[in-house]
């Protein structure tokens, strides 16, 4: 209870502006996410608003913008993942999570373990920020955090003041948003479309298309209502739990029907378990329609019941609380352990709300079923609240419109547009002016996008047999003709695994396609179809219904489970391409785009199934920095193949090294041919080796750029890519050894020093732990660079 002192009236009315601020961001969002549709937008309610509520406590406590309307902050996940772990714990029977290394043997304990640290680390951050702050910046406003540490003199180092301000962190945001979506859902319904009508016009009515004050709000009676009751029918949490300290006795309550004594004894150190859902859900307190949305039922007198006092209007406060209904509703607790920022949870919701309300229609998405709830530390939906939003055209807003008041329409979003899918074709693909790479940026916006899309899609459980026996299926194809991918695959974890050989196998379909034993016969139209094909499977509505062939679906339960994205798909069809009309390169532009196209697209597709660590890629640019990494990694792999094949590539009549190298080093063409045939001959001359150390040079550049990137990835599959890099990488050290003799022979790693190797990267991976933590203790992860 160190922070209330903060929560007076007058830092509300400061954060007031802040509020509605954030409420302003998350309805231009909604607004270009119905311009980029036709008239209106499927969007997830439910996620919106639990980014939406995560700005404004990190603006209003902290004074730091986590942006999470427009990008996806890890730390919501963290947080929903620690909730999760707190009701697993309390319903589990063995302890498991105190055995001695449990983080390392468990691998539900060592995501634990990475949460908590992101929430420690963003906390201890946020701290830092707000002690450096100048509070002297003219029309600043001094954040809760800054007000209790400059002005009551708190110390920041306690255990109490730390553990508020995690409370407000964690459970601030994630609270309010479960009002904010249990509200919306309930006045979507079209039972209580009165309802709905009533507060938007009430809103219309206060407000007159301007946006709301602090004393606006003490206005809007009914729009509160329904967030009670909501909260009412929807308790968060669901269950309390308390413990006896010193023993008590109690009067038996009217619902409890089987006492046949006037009173409970609690013994020291029992624990008592509170259903707030049945106390707040009792027909016998509230009524027949306890278990139906009236907002209307705090306005009116219930009578006592027993030794229930019965609720009564006039004893609420600010809003209907547990003593105006003697303890039946406690819509934010009770006693010393009440939430102490109630009045600031009820004040955020309503300026989302009003913001909303006040610019668009509601609807529950056409697709959607019934929305199902999962309960624990809070009650969520189990697969969010899909909702159909558009803008608003009633009178009211088209006479505000007229009088040239309302909403201006939002500026246009700084977000880099890129389409899901290619809209050239294959055959495009191949000119001159479209061999170009995707940025980092435009990949990290379409890994977010695609989690949208694939987040609420389920698959049906009669599929379940089917899709055992085609992983099964893609696991063989894999053992067979990649060995050291499949026992690289060993490292992962079972669902990771089965995602990989899906897709190794689509990679090794397409591959065949131009370097199959029926390749000669693949035309460009070929692979236009196959890229029909692959689109279609993207296509999970309709792929996931089930599917004769299992290598579709195989591929199409791996981009639900992982959201994988498009792009890397359709770019390696036209790395295909590439291999079906050209045999040289004239640039390193050239061969890089190829490089990409054929492997690091490989690096893209997997890159969600390794997984982004959450705090080394806390902001956008840090997840670009592992994209780019994983990309590098694929180009230098591919430089690798090339450079110790070039012999190999020559006796089939393909030079894939730049031309414009060879000619820098005065070596033709066909000195490459005839040397590839001739036992001797160019390898052992002064400019070959100049040239090849020339190309192996850039190759270990890209090389460098990856290994920089692993600590990017989770730290559980770190050791795989590492050991992926170290092997491959040391091929071209392997030339060397052969005198640079790539033309005849062919370079390979011996599985003794594959081994050893292996033992660098572990020992590697040791060090990027460090490298971690330090990254974390000097606020690196933190950094955003600055917009211009």
């Given at each position: 209870r160190a922070i209330v002192p903060g929560l007076h009236k007058k830092f509300l009315q400061d954060m007031t502006s802040v509020m509605v601020d954030c409420a302003a961001a998350l309805a231009d969002d909604l607004?270009?996410?119905?311009?980029?549709?036709?008239?209106?937008?499927?969007?997830?309610?439910?996620?919106?608003?639990?980014?939406?509520?995560?700005?404004?406590?990190?603006?209003?406590?902290?004074d730091y913008d986590f942006g999470s309307v427009e990008r996806e902050s890890p730390l919501i996940q963290a947080v929903y993942n620690l909730l999760r772990e707190a009701e697993r714990r309390a319903q589990s029977v063995i302890p498991y999570w105190n055995l001695p290394g449990a983080p390392s043997l468990f691998r539900d304990q060592k995501d634990h373990s990475?949460?908590?640290?992101?929430?420690?680390?963003?906390?201890?951050?946020?701290?830092?920020?707000?002690?450096?702050?100048?509070?002297?910046?003219?029309?600043?406003?001094?954040?809760?955090?800054?007000?209790?540490?400059?002005?009551?003199?708190?110390?920041?180092?306690?255990?109490?003041?730390?553990?508020?301000?995690?409370?407000?962190?964690?459970?601030?945001h994630e609270t309010t948003a479960a009002m904010l979506t249990w509200t919306l859902h309930?006045?979507?319904?079209?039972?209580?479309?009165?309802?709905?009508?009533?507060?938007?016009?009430?809103?219309?009515?206060?407000?007159?298309?301007?946006?709301?004050?602090?004393?606006?709000?003490?206005?809007?009676?009914?729009?509160?209502?329904?967030?009670?009751?909501?909260?009412?029918?929807?308790?968060?949490?669901?269950?309390?739990?308390?413990?006896?300290?010193?023993?008590?006795?109690?009067?038996?309550?009217?619902?409890?029907?089987?006492?046949?004594?006037?009173?409970?004894?609690?013994?020291?150190?029992?624990?008592?378990?509170?259903?707030?859902?049945?106390?707040?859900r009792s027909e016998d307190l509230w009524g027949k329609d306890a278990n139906k949305f009236n907002p209307h039922r705090f306005k009116e007198k219930i009578p006592g019941k027993g030794a229930w006092a019965g609720y009564d209007p006039e004893k609420a406060a600010t809003y209907p609380n547990e003593r105006a209904s003697d303890f039946a509703f406690l819509?934010?607790?009770?006693?010393?352990?009440?939430?102490?920022?109630?009045?600031?949870?009820?004040?955020?919701?309503?300026?989302?709300?009003?913001?909303?309300?006040?610019?668009?229609?509601?609807?529950?998405?056409?697709?959607?079923?019934?929305?199902?709830?999962?309960t624990g530390a809070?009650?969520?939906?189990?697969?969010?609240?899909?909702?159909?939003i558009s803008k608003r055209t009633d009178d009211f807003t088209k006479e505000l419109s007229s009088a040239g008041k309302g909403w201006k329409a939002p500026a246009p979003s700084n977000k880099p547009t890129m389409e899901k899918k290619l809209i050239q074709s294959v055959a495009q693909r191949i000119t001159p002016e479209a061999l170009t790479v995707p940025t980092p940026r435009e990949?990290?916006?379409?890994?977010?996008?695609?989690?949208?899309?694939?987040?609420?899609?389920?698959i049906k459980a009669d599929l379940f047999d089917s899709l055992e026996s085609a992983f099964k299926k893609c696991q063989d194809v894999t053992k067979e003709h990649s060995k050291t991918f499949y026992l690289g695959s060993q490292l992962l974890e079972p669902n990771e695994q089965r995602v990989v050989w899906a897709i190794y196998n689509w990679c090794r379909s397409t591959d065949e396609l131009v370097d199959g034993p029926e390749a000669a016969n693949t035309t460009m139209e070929d692979l236009e179809e196959w890229e029909r094909k692959t689109l279609s499977i993207f296509n999970l509505k309709d792929s996931l219904k089930g599917s004769n062939d299992w290598e579709d679906l195989a591929l199409a339960e791996s981009i639900r489970k992982f959201s994988l994205i498009q792009r890397p798909f359709q770019d390696m069809i036209g790395g295909m391409a590439m291999d079906l009309v050209k045999e040289r390169y004239a640039t390193f532009q050239e061969l890089e785009v190829y490089c990409y196209r054929v492997a690091g697209t490989v690096g893209v597709m997997t890159l969600p199934v390794l997984g982004f660590d959450s705090l080394q890629n806390f902001t956008e640019e840090l997840q670009e920095e592992t994209i780019s990494a994983a990309m590098s990694l694929g180009v230098a792999f591919q430089l690798t193949n090339i450079l110790r094949d070039i012999g190999e590539d020559a006796r089939r009549g393909r030079i894939y090294v730049p031309l414009e190298d060879l000619h820098r080093f005065n070596i033709t063409e066909d000195e490459v041919l005839k040397a590839s045939t001739t036992v001797g001959m160019l390898h052992t001359e002064q400019k070959w080796r100049d040239f090849m150390e020339f190309q192996m040079d850039r190759c270990e550049r890209e090389y460098v750029k990856a290994q920089e990137g692993i600590v990017g990835l989770s730290e559980v599959n770190r050791l795989g890519v590492m050991a992926a890099l170290f092997v491959y990488g040391d091929i071209l050290d392997r030339v060397r050894e052969n005198n640079y003799d790539n033309l005849s022979r062919r370079a390979y790693v011996p599985f003794a020093d594959k081994m050893l190797l292996m033992g660098k990267a572990w020992m590697k991976c040791q060090h990027l732990k460090e490298v971690a933590e330090e990254r974390v203790k000097s606020g690196k992860i933190f950094a955003r660079k600055q917009k211009h």
């Amino acid at each position: 209870r160190a922070i209330v002192p903060g929560l007076h009236k007058k830092f509300l009315q400061d954060m007031t502006s802040v509020m509605v601020d954030c409420a302003a961001a998350l309805a231009d969002d909604l607004e270009r996410s119905i311009s980029a549709s036709t008239k209106s937008a499927e969007v997830n309610m439910e996620e919106k608003f639990t980014s939406a509520s995560l700005d404004i406590i990190g603006k209003a406590i902290f004074d730091y913008d986590f942006g999470s309307v427009e990008r996806e902050s890890p730390l919501i996940q963290a947080v929903y993942n620690l909730l999760r772990e707190a009701e697993r714990r309390a319903q589990s029977v063995i302890p498991y999570w105190n055995l001695p290394g449990a983080p390392s043997l468990f691998r539900d304990q060592k995501d634990h373990s990475e949460n908590l640290m992101l929430i420690n680390a963003v906390l201890d951050e946020l701290i830092k920020g707000a002690m450096q702050d100048d509070q002297q910046q003219e029309g600043k406003k001094t954040s809760l955090l800054q007000y209790l540490v400059l002005t009551k003199g708190e110390d920041v180092t306690t255990r109490q003041l730390r553990d508020d301000l995690m409370t407000l962190l964690i459970a601030g945001h994630e609270t309010t948003a479960a009002m904010l979506t249990w509200t919306l859902h309930e006045l979507m319904k079209p039972e209580n479309k009165a309802f709905l009508e009533e507060v938007q016009q009430e809103v219309d009515t206060v407000l007159q298309g301007r946006s709301p004050t602090f004393n606006d709000f003490a206005n809007l009676p009914s729009l509160r209502l329904c967030l009670l009751e909501a909260l009412r029918l929807y308790p968060e949490p669901p269950l309390l739990i308390r413990r006896c300290v010193e023993g008590d006795e109690v009067t038996v309550g009217p619902l409890c029907n089987d006492v046949k004594t006037e009173t409970v004894t609690f013994l020291p150190g029992q624990d008592i378990f509170i259903s707030m859902w049945s106390l707040q859900r009792s027909e016998d307190l509230w009524g027949k329609d306890a278990n139906k949305f009236n907002p209307h039922r705090f306005k009116e007198k219930i009578p006592g019941k027993g030794a229930w006092a019965g609720y009564d209007p006039e004893k609420a406060a600010t809003y209907p609380n547990e003593r105006a209904s003697d303890f039946a509703f406690l819509p934010f607790g009770a006693g010393p352990r009440k939430c102490v920022g109630d009045n600031f949870a009820l004040l955020e919701a309503e300026a989302l709300m009003v913001c909303l309300l006040q610019r668009f229609q509601f609807e529950k998405s056409e697709d959607a079923g019934d929305v199902e709830m999962t309960t624990g530390a809070t009650i969520h939906t189990a697969g969010g609240l899909m909702t159909k939003i558009s803008k608003r055209t009633d009178d009211f807003t088209k006479e505000l419109s007229s009088a040239g008041k309302g909403w201006k329409a939002p500026a246009p979003s700084n977000k880099p547009t890129m389409e899901k899918k290619l809209i050239q074709s294959v055959a495009q693909r191949i000119t001159p002016e479209a061999l170009t790479v995707p940025t980092p940026r435009e990949l990290r916006m379409l890994f977010s996008a695609q989690k949208e899309d694939v987040r609420n899609l389920s698959i049906k459980a009669d599929l379940f047999d089917s899709l055992e026996s085609a992983f099964k299926k893609c696991q063989d194809v894999t053992k067979e003709h990649s060995k050291t991918f499949y026992l690289g695959s060993q490292l992962l974890e079972p669902n990771e695994q089965r995602v990989v050989w899906a897709i190794y196998n689509w990679c090794r379909s397409t591959d065949e396609l131009v370097d199959g034993p029926e390749a000669a016969n693949t035309t460009m139209e070929d692979l236009e179809e196959w890229e029909r094909k692959t689109l279609s499977i993207f296509n999970l509505k309709d792929s996931l219904k089930g599917s004769n062939d299992w290598e579709d679906l195989a591929l199409a339960e791996s981009i639900r489970k992982f959201s994988l994205i498009q792009r890397p798909f359709q770019d390696m069809i036209g790395g295909m391409a590439m291999d079906l009309v050209k045999e040289r390169y004239a640039t390193f532009q050239e061969l890089e785009v190829y490089c990409y196209r054929v492997a690091g697209t490989v690096g893209v597709m997997t890159l969600p199934v390794l997984g982004f660590d959450s705090l080394q890629n806390f902001t956008e640019e840090l997840q670009e920095e592992t994209i780019s990494a994983a990309m590098s990694l694929g180009v230098a792999f591919q430089l690798t193949n090339i450079l110790r094949d070039i012999g190999e590539d020559a006796r089939r009549g393909r030079i894939y090294v730049p031309l414009e190298d060879l000619h820098r080093f005065n070596i033709t063409e066909d000195e490459v041919l005839k040397a590839s045939t001739t036992v001797g001959m160019l390898h052992t001359e002064q400019k070959w080796r100049d040239f090849m150390e020339f190309q192996m040079d850039r190759c270990e550049r890209e090389y460098v750029k990856a290994q920089e990137g692993i600590v990017g990835l989770s730290e559980v599959n770190r050791l795989g890519v590492m050991a992926a890099l170290f092997v491959y990488g040391d091929i071209l050290d392997r030339v060397r050894e052969n005198n640079y003799d790539n033309l005849s022979r062919r370079a390979y790693v011996p599985f003794a020093d594959k081994m050893l190797l292996m033992g660098k990267a572990w020992m590697k991976c040791q060090h990027l732990k460090e490298v971690a933590e330090e990254r974390v203790k000097s606020g690196k992860i933190f950094a955003r660079k600055q917009k211009h």
